[in-house]
């Protein structure tokens, strides 16, 4: 895809170079023309194929690296070779050869040493985004539990447990198998501390996947009720804003839709959420799109 998009760009630049008015008759291609254009895919083609040889490469060097005794310099190593993988691997057409020599399962791997986390991570995010194929493959490997075991991970830093949550929200977001699997291994329960904490990093990231995921999965709406992450959501509101909140609000609307238990939750005077959201609207420098929200929840609760 990303070739086929070179060659695009370069007919327009090449056209761009013509000075004679375009004609509005079809007129078959010039031999000029035929040759540029055979030699361009030509080019792109064998460009790919490189690519993924290079990365069959690079990958059979990573395992390599990563049998016996893992030193620090190896560690640089494998960190060099995963950089340049990431450069590359967002193509549709590379991130479907990554997948089918194994590249996934190098990655996992490499989940296991913590200077090897935000690349490798980074490059499983990237190859499962929005490619149904890929997380299908993906997911054969069971990666969810040990996404989630890593955000639970003390010894992890946030910015860490930050690419753990972008990886483990590529392989869920538009893909129901996985979100499958994050509600039979208690997904939500692994998020709710990073709701806990505004202050965190992971804060907005959890709150946008748990918001993306019921979108796609309505049964989800019960297990926020019965976690208590319900309940937390609508306790974060009453501490000064920042930006989690206009996610907090769009989550607590989703989860209010369509939903009596979660609606006869929420009018229970001992949330107090009415009051709480006349006090965020009466808030200095609150969106638009806040105020909204808080609109809409209301006209749901009445």
Known sequence: MAALQQVLKMSIQAQGEDTNPPSEVFQPMGQENKEWLSGALSSFVTNATDLSKEMKTNLDKISALIEGEVTTDKMQQINEILEGITAYVDDLDLAKDFVHTGGHDVMLKCLNYKPLIMESCEILACIAQNNPKVQHIILQTNPIPIYLSLISDQSLGEIEKKKVLYALSCLCRGFEPAIQVFKSEKGIYKIIPFIEN???????????????????????????????????????????????HEHILTLLYSCLTDNKDTIAFCKQPSTGLIQILNNYENQQEILEEEIQACREIKALLV
């Open 198 to 244: 505004l202050d965190s990093l992971l804060a907005t990231k959890a709150v946008f996947l748990i918001k993306t995921l019921v979108s796609e999965d309505f049964s989800l709406k019960e297990e926020i009720l019965s976690s208590g992450m319900l309940e937390i959501l609508i306790n974060k509101l009453k501490e000064p804003r920042n930006a989690t």
